[in-house]
């Protein structure tokens, strides 16, 4: 088994995606700083962790707003030591149109300059070399491809991937790494709110519109939240060693570059 990380940052802890890589890393020896805006959910996720054996600290954290990341970074350094590893997961999703529905500056504000926020602040604070530091994105199958309705969305989860390969060169002497993931449909419930949208727009049930949506992807299924976790830990151990400035997909054939 590979060596994993020891102070290690996951931000949008809470539910999904997050939860899922936060209690993925939960083991004896490591310590967790978990963050998110739900503190209650986030405490949640922190009990189970500790369950497994993990030091954990919640903190409560909007990423929109700079000085939040930078005092909930130093807090984390402060309790749990210099950071080994930051999973920044926190986004959020949904639609945009023209006119009073467009959240297009919500959008790029959360996933993009938010996520742009808490790498700045971890790479304040990250563990002194030689050993490797990683820095790990989560974006998504619509940082690849274009969807009608989504352009907030697509946009930011796109600039993401710009953000890592810059930043990954940037750092690369530094020996640390910068690398992305981008799930395609994962079992959550911002994927059952997209499902929910589909089928009051298409005039379907929730289940026609979710067949509709698997019958485009080739293995026909959903990924688990667990199947992405694995992936960002293996970006977080040492066999990724050298994988830097990367975007890593993870979406049963749904898209293949």
Request: a positive charge; hydrophobic letters at 45%; proline letters at 3%.
């Amino acid at each position: 088994m590979a060596k994993l990380a020891r102070h290690v940052v996951v931000t949008g802890a809470g539910t999904g995606i997050g939860r899922a890589i936060a209690l993925g890393f939960a083991r004896k020896g490591t310590r967790l700083t978990l963050l998110a805006r739900d503190l209650a959910r986030l405490e949640a996720t922190a009990a189970e962790a500790r369950g497994r054996g993990a030091e954990v600290q919640a903190l409560a954290c909007d990423i929109r707003k700079r000085a939040s990341v930078d005092t909930c970074f130093a807090s984390a350094a402060e309790r749990f030591g210099p950071v080994h590893t930051l999973v920044a997961n926190s986004g959020i999703g949904g639609a945009n149109a023209p006119g009073k529905r467009d959240r297009f500056e919500q959008l790029v504000e959360t996933n993009l300059v938010g996520t742009y926020s808490c790498l700045r602040a971890a790479e304040r604070h990250l563990a002194p070399g030689p050993d490797t530091r990683h820095l790990v994105v989560i974006a998504s199958i619509l940082a690849r491809i274009g969807v009608g309705g989504y352009t907030g969305y697509c946009a930011s989860k796109a600039g993401l991937l710009g953000l890592v390969r810059a930043l990954a060169a940037e750092l690369a002497t530094a020996n640390v790494q910068v690398n992305a993931v981008c799930p395609g449909w994962v079992e959550t419930d911002m994927a059952r709110e997209g499902l929910d949208g589909m089928a009051k727009a298409m005039g379907k049930s929730f289940d026609e519109a979710r067949a509709i949506a698997m019958s485009a992807v080739p293995m026909g299924r959903m990924s688990q939240p667990e199947d992405v976790a694995g992936l960002v830990r293996w970006l977080a151990s040492d066999d990724a060693r050298g994988v830097t400035g990367q975007a890593l997909d993870i979406n049963n054939g749904a898209w293949m570059g």
